[in-house]
Nanobody
Framework: QVQLVESGGGLVQAGGSLRLSCAAS????????MGWFRQAPGKEREFVAG????????RYADSVKGRFAISRADAKSTLYLQMNSLKPEDTAVYYC?????????????????WGQGTQVTVSS
């Protein structure tokens, strides 16, 4: 199994930046496709960004494309989400997830493991 722990969330002013981290332990980190999801109060869980195992191909939600960047440091077993030009609409709990699959990485059901989440709040 894989254990995931997110960190780096906090309060930031609109237009600011944050970098989220997801530390993984257990199975070999590089064997998993990784993704970031978020959930705001009263809303469904939403795909934010994903990065495939080995090849490192990335995919982003249209709402964050050009502002967010996902990356992975396999030697450190860590996933990152660099968040720039933050908007109040980005306010949510952000979750790190791991999948043994490759296809449809934007679909929550494709993921096998989830972190506990980290709160991101963007003030206007």
């Amino acid at each position: 199994q894989v254990q995931l722990v997110e960190s780096g969330g906090g309060l930031v002013q609109a237009g600011g930046s944050l970098r989220l981290s997801c530390a993984a332990s257990g199975r070999t980190f590089s064997s998993y496709t990784m993704g970031w999801f978020r959930q705001a109060p009263g809303k469904e869980r939403e795909f934010v960004a994903g990065i495939t195992k080995i090849a490192g191909n990335t995919r982003y939600a249209d709402s964050v494309k050009g502002r967010f960047a996902i990356s992975r440091a396999d030697a450190k077993s860590t996933l990152y989400l660099q968040m720039n030009s933050l908007k109040p609409e980005d306010t949510a709990v952000y979750y790190c997830a791991a999948s043994a699959k490759v296809a449809y990485i934007n679909v929550p059901d494709r993921y096998d493991y989830w972190g506990q989440g980290t709160q991101v709040t963007v003030s206007s």
